[in-house]
């Protein structure tokens, strides 16, 4: 009941395109659901996060989408950049210390 | 300088050895955390430290010790390092309020051979 089953594990998109990456978690009684980019040979950085009171958040390019009754929640990328290239990880948590964090996902934007 | 460091970045030991991974931060930030990663598995919690008298354990302790010397600094030991510990391992920090952010180092590679 503790995770957060992440999909798909890689993602080829052509620069200009959506890119969508899904989550679905069990426990209700998580209340904070982060998402986290990754480049390579660094660490992880808070890309945009969405609490449960909300249906839909936005930032620039990137639009969190969440739907309470199905414990789901995706990441889209509008007109994906070659520079978005990096692995994605959603996270869910209870309060704001304890993350469960999802398998990632690694994107590649075509050029 | 970044605000969370870690050292060493890349490390290559034997079986049995005994490992530190060290990790100092200039955030000011109470809580810090030891994560690893695994391709497939993503971010696994070892340990997490609310202060520098609070230690937990996360879901993957076994095998793994851990110490806080300072608010600022936060070390993970392999006591007796084995071939499936082999990963890359990540310290965090975040602030007690707000809206809990992780700032992640640049992560240690572990190898065990």
């Known amino acids: 009941q503790q995770q957060v089953k992440q999909s798909p594990q890689s993602l080829i998109v052509q620069k200009g395109g959506i890119s969508i990456i899904n989550c679905a978690y069990e426990?209700?009684?998580?209340?904070?659901f982060p998402w986290y980019q990754q480049f390579p040979g660094k660490g992880p950085a808070l890309l945009i996060a969405?609490?449960?009171?909300?249906s839909e958040k936005k930032e620039g390019r990137f639009t969190i989408s969440f739907n309470k009754s199905a414990k789901q929640f995706s990441l889209h990328i509008m007109d994906s950049q070659p520079g978005d290239s990096a692995t994605y990880f959603c996270?869910?948590?209870?309060?704001?210390?304890?993350?469960?964090f999802g398998t990632g996902t690694r994107l590649k934007v075509l050029a | 300088d970044a605000d969370v460091t870690q050292t060493p970045r890349n490390r290559i030991t034997k079986t049995g050895k005994r490992i530190m991974l060290e990790c100092s931060q200039t955030?000011?930030?109470?809580?810090m955390y030891w994560y690893r990663q695994d391709p497939g598995l993503g971010l696994q919690l070892i340990y997490y430290?609310?202060?520098?008298?609070?230690?937990n354990k996360g879901e993957i302790s076994d095998g793994y010790s851990v110490s806080r010397q300072a608010q600022a600094k936060f070390s993970l030991s392999l006591e007796s390092a084995i071939p499936n510990q082999t990963a890359l391992y990540f310290c965090?920090?975040?602030?007690?309020?707000?809206?809990?952010?992780?700032?992640f180092g640049e992560g240690s590679r572990l190898t065990v051979l």
């Open positions: 996270a869910a948590s209870m309060g704001t210390y304890k993350y469960i």
């Open positions: 426990n209700t009684a998580f209340d904070y």
């Open positions: 969405i609490r449960p009171d909300v």
């Open positions: 965090a920090t975040s602030d007690g309020d707000g809206t809990g952010e992780l700032f």
């Open positions: 955030k000011g930030h109470d809580r």
């Open positions: 430290s609310f202060d520098v008298k609070d230690i």
